[in-house]
Nanobody, 123 residues
């Protein structure tokens, strides 16, 4: 059974940092893309960042470019999202996902999803 479990969310003041983790189990994601998406109340889910395990290519939404960094540890089957200079508009439930190589920004391409972790940024 494939599972993705996020951790690291919480409450932080504007300008602060958080590091999210996504631990994958049940299979090896050596040829997958790992992505992070977020959904704020009353809004649609939006792409945040993704990384291709093959080659390490990264993708970022314009709204987080320069502030967030996605990385992965294949030995631990874990993906990370380092979030710096957080803003109140970053408040959302953040979910990680795994999809076939090339999924990148396309949420509909992702096969597996975690339950999400809440990130709240106070002003």
């Amino acid at each position: 059974q494939v599972q993705l479990v996020e951790s690291g969310g919480g409450l932080v003041q504007a300008g602060g940092s958080l590091r999210l983790s996504c631990a994958a189990s049940g299979r090896t994601f050596s040829n997958y893309d790992m992505g992070w998406f977020r959904q704020a109340p009353g809004k649609e889910r939006e792409f945040v960042a993704a990384i291709s395990v093959i080659g390490g290519r990264t993708y970022y939404a314009d709204s987080v470019k320069g502030r967030f960094t996605i990385s992965g540890d294949t030995a631990k089957n874990t993906a990370y999202l380092q979030m710096n200079s957080l803003k109140p508009e970053d408040t959302a439930v953040y979910s990680c996902a795994a999809g076939p190589y090339g999924s990148a920004r396309q949420s509909r391409q992702y096969d597996y999803w975690g339950q999400g972790t809440q990130v709240t940024v106070s002003s």
